[in-house]
């Protein structure tokens, strides 16, 4: 999860460089400025936070939130009225617009 600054166009390409990275290690975006990516144990969990934190930007906050398969399956999502016509696929994980 990050929040970065997005003022200035140097900030603006310091976000589009970062996110790039993520999506060049393997992360895929779950909502706006929430990445996640899945491993086979907690030591690769590790490993991925470590190689973020190579690129990690200056400014703004990054968090990094380890979580089993058992919690992730556990996710609900909410939506709104105006969401009403997505389709929920599997075990309410997948969303399709």
């Known amino acids: 999860m990050f929040d ?7 900030q603006v390409r310091t976000y589009t460089r970062f996110r790039k990275e993520l999506i ?3 992360f895929l975006m779950l909502q706006y400025s929430i990445y996640i990516k899945s491993c ?4 690769a969990a590790l490993g991925s936070v470590r190689s973020v934190n190579r690129f ?3 400014d703004g906050h990054v968090r990094s939130l380890i979580i089993t398969e058992r ?3 556990n996710m609900m999502i909410l939506v709104g009225e105006e ?4 389709e929920i696929l599997g075990d309410n994980r997948t969303i399709m617009f």
Not at 4 to 10: C, D, H
Not at 40 to 43: A, P, Q
Not at 83 to 86: Q, S, T, V, W
């Open 24 to 26: 060049k290690e393997g």
């Open 4 to 10: 970065l600054p997005v003022e200035t166009k140097a």
């Open 83 to 86: 969401d009403r016509n997505i």
């Open 56 to 58: 990690l930007p200056r």
């Open 71 to 73: 919690q992730y399956e």
């Open 40 to 43: 086979i144990n907690k030591e």
